[in-house]
């Protein structure tokens, strides 16, 4: 077998100008290429005009530029779209564009499956299979992209553009840092997608040694999934919490916005019937929250086959948002969008090595059909 080719959306700037070098070529091509991939959506080397006709042979013969594959595409009634995308090795993972008033947010994956075990979510139920790539972190925009070009193709309207990322999709970015940290690069570089350090928002279930690490390394947005106002409940919800106790993570937040004076946390709270959304959670979340600057984002729980929760009422939903608003914490709630095509938050499951049901959804692909 042939060893797979380098794919150059695994570079970012500062990596791509190193390779270069190392090749015998000039760094300032670096700007060149990425250009040429990210501005103008460019994988064939041919067509890289500014580069010399040798060079664009040379790269051709040697490296590539190629996203993951798309092997079905739903799209939900509120224009929100899901890709399942197929890796090499056979496995696959879902991202989500989510148009909204102007904006468009694309939710990224960044591992098969996941090893954290929330016990409301349905990418836990898979177990974990492996971290994604750069590339393949980076390839999912890239994709993304191109088909929502194609999307828009013959409708006379301009293709819908990805002007927020989240990552948010299937895994744990923070337990796959070494990989995220090079594509978030890529996501905030004028050379590439030039989104600003707020469009980008990493999630994250509170992994305290990585946030950490994060901060150090790329300015983007934080998001920390909390979902429980105390150690016991948390320690149910999101086991990761008996690693890192509230405290401890709360600490992590404090540094995080220390950083820079006009940051804030953004804190996930879904809203499980009963079992987190009584006033009583609300109040110890607003201490929880002191003065730290966050915003709360209250998230209808979306419920699939087996599991044993159920999503709050609005009343519930709203008698919560009230007493943190009256508290003056910034608070928000989601609306649950791309439902229908099992889009929504924490129903994203791709497939892990699981051939059969790849054919499935070739053969029938049901939107709104539960897996
Ligand atoms: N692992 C990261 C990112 C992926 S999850 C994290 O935990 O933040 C993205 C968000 O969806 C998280 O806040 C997660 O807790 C939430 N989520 C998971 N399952 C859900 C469900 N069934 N309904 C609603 N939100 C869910």
Not at 145 to 163: C, F, Y
Not at 184 to 196: E, P, R, T, V
Not at 243 to 264: E, G, Q, S
Request: glycine residues 8%; aromatic residues 6%; charged residues 25%.
């Amino acid at each position: 077998m042939t060893a797979p080719r380098l794919n150059l959306l695994g570079l970012d700037q500062d990596a791509l100008r190193r390779w270069l070098v190392e090749r015998g070529d000039k760094p300032f091509r670096a700007s060149q290429m990425m250009k040429w991939l990210y501005h103008a959506g460019v994988s064939d080397f041919s067509d890289m005009t500014d580069l010399s006709k040798s060079m664009r042979a040379r790269l051709g013969a040697t490296v590539e530029v190629r996203g993951p594959q798309v092997i079905f595409e739903g799209v939900s009634d509120d224009g929100t779209v899901k890709w399942l995308l197929q890796l090499d090795g056979g496995n696959a993972i879902e991202t989500v564009y989510i148009p909204d008033n102007g904006r468009g947010t694309l939710c990224v994956s960044t591992q098969v499956g996941c090893a954290l075990d929330c016990s409301f979510c349905a990418t836990a139920r898979q177990g974990f299979n492996r971290n994604l790539s750069t590339a393949e972190i980076v390839g999912q925009i890239w994709v993304a992209n191109q088909r929502l070009e194609a999307l828009a193709e013959g409708t006379g309207a301009a293709a819908a553009r990805i002007t927020n990322v989240v990552i948010m999709g299937m895994g744990e970015p923070l337990a796959n840092l070494a990989n995220l940290i090079p594509s978030l690069n890529i996501m905030i570089d004028d050379m590439a997608y030039g989104l600003s350090k707020r469009r980008v928002t990493v999630s994250t279930s509170g992994i305290v040694p990585a946030i950490d690490k994060l901060r150090e390394s790329v300015d983007v947005a934080l998001a920390v999934s909390l979902h429980a106002p105390n150690d016991a409940l948390r320690d149910e919800l999101v086991p990761i919490n008996k690693k890192y106790p509230l405290a401890v993570l709360m600490d992590a937040c404090r540094r995080w916005v220390d950083r820079d004076r006009k940051t804030h946390v953004m804190f996930e709270y879904v809203m499980l019937a009963g079992v987190n959304d009584q006033p009583e959670h609300a109040r110890q979340l607003v201490k929880l929250l002191g003065d730290l600057p966050s915003k709360v984002n209250l998230i209808p729980f979306n419920p699939f086959p087996g599991v044993g929760y159920t999503r709050s009422s609005n009343a519930a939903i709203d008698r919560f948002w009230d007493v943190l608003n009256h508290a003056g914490v910034r608070t928000t709630k989601r609306r649950t969008r791309g439902d229908d095509i099992d889009a929504a938050c924490g129903q994203l499951a791709g497939q892990v090595d699981d051939k059969s049901r790849r054919d499935n959804k070739f053969s029938a692909p049901r939107f709104g059909e539960q897996r």
